[in-house]
């Protein structure tokens, strides 16, 4: 099937520093979006992008639709020890609306 | 508001034994979508309903029976849970509209032994 690889699989960065990940896919997306998991919660929608090069923002995090549609980029600056979960993408590639979700990227903030 | 409501929280369940999962969405959203999460591999489709009275099997669905009878609920079975069915179950539910992002639940995490 279908499959998202998410890189890095985990990261260790010191406060204040800013973050970076990605998804990259071998089909076309027609929407990306950007979910973050806390432990012993449900994953909570951070951004949604539609269209090839948008670039959307929701306070400190950052997020693009890639040019090729397939793959997109979260950016985080400044990270808080409160940024630590786990950052999964997922993306929609016929307008079924079931999702392929990455396998997630592990984010630990030192203080 | 409260969303999207699982419930248990937690079980654990014995080799053989069934049992049903409950989501519950206040959104009036049409689609609804059971997961698994398991350690190093994402969220997986079990299996999804576009509204009530329909279901459609996922990327998982071997082992596993939904039913939508309301339009708010949709219920996951376990007939016979094996221990490959450990796993952490999450329901979602979205808008019909392209794009229209999934909203999900905190989770039923499911033990079996």
């Known amino acids: 099937g279908q499959q998202l690889n998410q890189s890095p699989q985990s990261m260790f960065i010191q406060e204040g520093e800013d973050v970076s990940m990605n998804c990259t896919s071998s089909?076309?997306?027609?929407?990306w979006l950007w979910y973050k998991q806390e432990p012993g919660e449900g994953p909570v929608l951070l951004i949604a992008l539609y269209k090839a090069g948008e670039l959307t923002s929701n306070g400190r995090l950052t997020a693009q639709f890639g040019i090729t549609r397939k793959d997109s980029f979260l950016n985080i600056s400044a990270s808080i020890p409160s940024d630590v979960g786990i950052y999964f993408c997922a993306g929609d590639t016929s307008g079924t609306y079931k999702y392929i979700f990455g396998t997630g990227t592990r984010l630990k903030v030192l203080a | 508001n409260a969303g999207v409501t699982q419930t248990p929280k937690f079980r654990v369940l014995k080799t053989g034994q069934s049992m049903t999962l409950l989501c519950a969405q206040d959104m009036n959203h049409e689609y609804m979508y059971w997961y698994r999460q398991d350690p190093g591999m994402g969220l997986r489709l079990i299996h999804y309903s576009v509204g009530e009275g329909t279901t459609a099997k996922g990327e998982v669905p071997d082992g596993y029976n939904v039913s939508r009878l309301k339009k708010q609920n949709f219920l996951l079975g376990l007939e016979s849970a094996a221990p490959s069915q450990t796993s952490v179950y999450f329901c979602a539910s979205s808008y019909v509209a392209l794009g229209q992002p999934q909203h999900f639940g905190d989770g039923t995490r499911l033990s079996i032994l």
């Open positions: 089909s076309i997306f027609n929407t």
